[in-house]
């Protein structure tokens, strides 16, 4: 499965739709997202603050580490935002690597 994360932009073809970090990360724990492409700002803002793209990075980084899933073969940052965009890559490049250690 391909998932497009995004509040606003429509997916390429192929790709599922979802608006929220939390439907993201739900069918992340399917274990069937093969590639993840991810905006950061979407507009959601909690009691505890901005819900964004990077929490969804975050949870798979906390997945990984625990052992409880493999990452999609491909992540991609679609951000415009390009601080948050930097950000992102480099918690992907996290999760690489981790899974990486997880193989060997």
Do not use: C
């Amino acid at each position: 499965m391909r998932v497009f994360l995004d509040d606003t932009r429509q997916p390429p073809d192929g790709y599922t739709l979802v608006r929220t970090a939390e439907e993201a990360i739900e069918l992340l724990k399917s274990g069937s997202v093969t590639h993840l492409s991810l905006d950061h700002d979407l507009g959601i803002f909690t009691e505890t603050g901005e819900v964004t793209g990077y929490n969804v990075v975050l949870w798979l980084e906390q997945a990984v580490v625990e052992g409880t899933l493999t990452p999609p073969e491909v992540i991609t940052v679609h951000s415009s935002n390009p601080g948050a965009r930097t950000k992102m890559e480099l918690a992907i490049k996290s999760i690489r690597r981790l899974a990486e250690q997880d193989r060997q």
